[in-house]
């Protein structure tokens, strides 16, 4: 792994004692760090490679016990204690870079590490916090840009991990989407791990560009079914964003200007047929009373009809057939 950094070339030449002791024991933080490292790794060569570090070189305690002073004085020691945000595992691979150029021997398998994406990504961030010279990166970056290419299916821890150190138009976030994409499209995906990617690139517009642009190079992708019913899912799952909480909020309040104009037009049913019905019972009770009116007065015309006596009563009944002797008379 080590092969893949590289320190500038103002580096060399090496000074004549780089090898000396006395050597460094390592924390990070206060984690100690000799599990994970050589026992021998001279102060001068990590000064000489990594300058920044000797502002965390510790002082030498002077109340040691007897024996632990007379070991020191055989094979002295000092101790750094890093106070930064550095992986154990990516400050490993920087160390046994820095003995492999100091011209140290360096165990076959401690040069054989694997090459993860979380790895790369955070040696890569352990680089720049030690004030390192980007270009030392050039050989692993290009290691990590062909791992997205032909490698195995970034997961999400690898997509966050790279998403978080590499700025949003770099080429590496944008072989990470094509990498999702392209697997996706070969059926490399369960079901559950395409539903969590994508509902994590989906919550943020920043990130849904650049799978968006991703998406655009496989018309294939849009077509598949498990797309349609991952985005149901999401949908239905996925915290509102503020966009989304406004959407929301319009909605519900046009349900409920909805709601309340359908029970008004209700009412307004209700009281029009209530009045359809006084209307009706009105009209009714007016014809009763035109009748009575009628009645009344058919009453009063009887009498008048009787004091017309026989008389009248002939000159409503004259017969219709021509008499000729009363003619005559």
Same mark, same amino acid.
């Given at each position: 792994m080590s092969y893949l950094l590289e320190f500038p070339p103002t580096t060399l030449p090496l000074p004549d004692d780089v090898r000396q002791p006395p050597y460094v024991i390592f924390a990070i933080n206060n984690v100690s760090m000799v599990e994970k490292l050589p026992s021998r790794i001279p102060l001068k060569a990590v000064v000489h490679f990594i300058p920044k570090l000797a502002q965390y070189v510790l002082p030498v305690p002077e109340d040691l016990p007897a024996d632990v002073a007379k070991g020191v004085l055989r094979t002295p020691y000092v101790g750094i204690d890093i106070a930064l945000d550095i992986g154990i595992a990516s400050f490993q691979r920087i160390i046994l870079k820095v003995l492999q150029s100091a011209g140290m021997a360096v165990p076959k398998h401690q040069l054989q590490l694997p090459t993860t994406t979380i790895t790369s990504v955070s040696i890569r961030k352990s680089w720049l916090l030690l004030e390192l010279h980007p270009a030392g990166l050039d050989a692993l970056m290009i290691h990590l840009q062909t791992r997205l290419?032909?490698?195995?299916?970034?997961?999400?821890?690898?997509?966050?991990?790279?998403?978080?150190?590499?700025?949003?138009?770099?080429?590496?976030?944008?072989?990470?989407?094509?990498?999702?994409?392209?697997?996706?499209?070969?059926?490399?995906?369960? &079901?559950?791990?395409?539903?969590?990617?994508?509902?994590?690139?989906?919550?943020?517009?920043? &990130?849904?560009?650049?799978?968006?642009?991703?998406?655009? =190079?496989?018309?294939?992708?849009?077509?598949?079914?498990?797309?349609?019913?991952?985005?149901?899912?999401?949908?239905?799952?996925?915290?509102?964003?503020?966009?989304?909480? +406004?959407?929301?909020?319009?909605?519900?309040?046009?349900?409920?200007?909805?709601?309340? =104009?359908?029970?008004?037009?209700?009412?307004?049913?209700? =009281?029009?047929?209530?009045? +359809?019905?006084?209307?009706?019972?009105?009209?009714?009770?007016?014809?009763? +009373?035109?009748?009575?009116?009628? =009645?009344? +007065?058919?009453?009063?015309?009887?009498?008048?009809?009787k004091d017309g006596g026989e008389g009248a009563e002939q000159a409503m009944l004259q017969p219709t057939v021509y008499d000729p002797s009363q003619a005559s008379a």
């Open positions: 290419i032909n490698g195995s299916p970034v997961t999400l821890v690898e997509i966050q991990a790279l998403w978080a150190h590499f700025p949003s138009n770099s080429e590496m976030l944008r072989l990470m989407a094509i990498n999702f994409v392209q697997s996706q499209v070969d059926f490399h995906y369960h &079901r559950e791990d395409f539903n969590k990617i994508r509902s994590w690139y989906l919550m943020s517009r920043e &990130r849904r560009s650049v799978f968006q642009a991703a998406e655009a =190079l496989f018309p294939e992708f849009g077509k598949m079914s498990s797309l349609r019913f991952s985005d149901r899912v999401i949908f239905n799952r996925m915290p509102l964003s503020e966009s989304r909480r +406004k959407t929301k909020e319009r909605e519900d309040r046009e349900a409920e200007e909805a709601a309340a =104009l359908s029970l008004l037009n209700r009412r307004m049913e209700v =009281l029009e047929m209530k009045a +359809k019905k006084i209307k009706k019972a009105e009209s009714a009770e007016d014809v009763k +009373k035109t009748s009575k009116i009628r =009645l009344k +007065k058919r009453v009063r015309s009887a009498p008048e009809l």
